[in-house]
């Protein structure tokens, strides 16, 4: 009956198109279980996913976008560019496909940012498994659930791997500066970022910082804080960091809000970031002029409008 339940749930979400939620209502299950049960049918095999990246055209390309911003590695999905979700997907399956290889490799502390790339990259996640693996998130939680949110992203990814998972226990945005100095003092919070600054790999996506923003929609920022980040050439934002287009960190108070890791912390450790869409190539360029990022991510079209000039 459990195979039955789970092969169910697997056709339904990645053949008949269902999201997690309509697969829980039409077997009458609980999203997490849901969860629980695509993880099982990848971690079993049963279900597969693959994306041929490797061509010569992708490589070379790949290869000039490492030069061109001082990486260790770039991985190039190819893509057309004109479907934003599709190309989300392409590059979770590549990212995936990278990420699988080096989790399975032993104990490991891995941290974790969120967006709908890297929930691309859970859903993509097949064949890992490592109960030595730790998925620690590297920023507070969102007021509202969802399969990008970072407690979501960093149990996925600990699931199938059938690791743990470990997440920072206070909000994505404090109300004020103070209130975000309260939280970094307390005990749990301390602990888990302690652990996130350990991580051996981090893996970042990339937002616009503005109205068109994840963030925006999620209803974290309001308009006090969009007005703030318009006045400051804000054009990105990573792991609850507001950056400019040099990559230097804007100056608003957002950025003291946020408890999470610092830009020091990435700078620490190996940094993927994974960044889809055309939308994103200014916000993916002010990251990668951070500094911080050692490997990139990210699909065909985005990743020729990096290797252009201009903001």
Known sequence: MDDDIRIRAAWLYHVGGLSQGEVGQRLG?????VLRLLSDAKAAGEVIV???????GTLALAEALRVRFGLRDALIAPDDGTDASASRQAVGMVAARWFSRVAATGPMTVGVGWGRTLSAMADALTG???????????????????????????????AVAGGQALFLPAPFLADTVEDAAVLMRQRLVREALEAARGARHMIVSVGEGG???LLTSSGVLNDADLAALERAG??????????????????VDLND????????????????LLAAGVAKAAAARAVLRAGFVDRIVADETLARILMEDGT
């Open 211 to 213: 109205r068109d923003a």
């Open 128 to 158: 890992l498994n490592n109960p030595d693996l730790r998925v620690v998130s590297l920023m507070g939680a969102m007021v509202r659930t969802g399969p990008e949110g970072p407690i979501d992203v960093c149990a996925r990814i600990a």
């Open 234 to 251: 804000v054009v990105a934002d990573t792991t609850g960091k507001f950056l400019r287009a040099d990559g230097t960190l804007a100056p």
């Open 29 to 33: 299950l609980s999203r997490f279980k």
């Open 50 to 56: 693959t994306l041929d990246h490797r061509s010569v």
């Open 257 to 272: 809000r946020t408890p999470a890791i610092g830009l020091d912390d990435l700078k620490r450790a190996e940094v993927t």
